[in-house]
């Protein structure tokens, strides 16, 4: 598959920069000649720009993906099978399982929608993430506003455009 031509990318960077420049009231440059010619006491604040816009992307192309991800699985055979007996045959699993150690049920979480609702929505199993289970990641607060939602899907519209362009085809994103 190609990705999407070089124009489109500058255009889609450009307005997430521009979001970005409005929500802050500030000059941070999204492009490599205007990057060139900052001044080197601007450039933390606008790696710290790009950054927050490259987050902001990556996270919603993550939603995307897992939204199609979960559409496609929906056929699978696993989610044939009622809740219920899904959650006891965790259940079994957790009481029959050797390993002294909880946090993997925090993985079979991450298997799908399906096992993530049935571990948390049952009593039987919720009691074992009630321990004292530490955080694996610390979420920080960032001073800097991230790019309004509009210029993220005006961006993803731009990119998916140039995708579907470059391949002939009909990729939808929406």
């Known amino acids: 598959m190609k990705p999407p031509i070089e124009e489109a990318v500058t255009e889609a960077l450009s307005i ?3 979001s970005v420049n409005t929500e802050n009231d500030s000059q941070f440059v999204s492009q ?3 990057a060139a010619s900052a001044s080197l006491s601007s450039l933390p ?5 790009l950054a ?21 699985n929906l056929a699978a055979p696993i989610h044939k099978i009622p809740v219920e007996v899904l959650v006891m045959i965790l259940a079994h699993f957790t009481a029959s399982s050797s390993l002294s150690d ?3 049920l925090l993985e079979l979480m ?19 993430l009630e321990s004292d289970l530490e955080p694996s990641f610390l979420v920080t607060q960032d001073t800097m506003k991230p790019p309004q939602k509009e210029a993220v899907a005006e961006t993803l519209y731009i990119l998916m455009g140039s995708v579907n ?10």
């Not at 991450?110 to 074992?128: E, F, G, M």
Request: aromatic letters at 8%; one cysteine or more.
């Open 16 to 18: 997430l920069m521009g």
């Open 32 to 34: 490599e000649t205007l």
């Open 45 to 49: 604040d606008n790696v710290q720009a």
């Open 52 to 72: 927050l816009v490259k987050s902001c992307i990556n996270k919603e192309l993550d939603m995307l993906v897992s939204s199609m991800q979960h559409r496609r």
């Open 102 to 104: 909880d946090r993997y």
């Open 110 to 128: 991450t298997v799908n929608r399906l096992w993530y609702d049935a571990i948390v929505h049952s009593p039987q199993l919720c009691k074992v």
């Open 165 to 174: 362009k470059e391949n002939d085809s009909q990729f939808v994103f929406q």
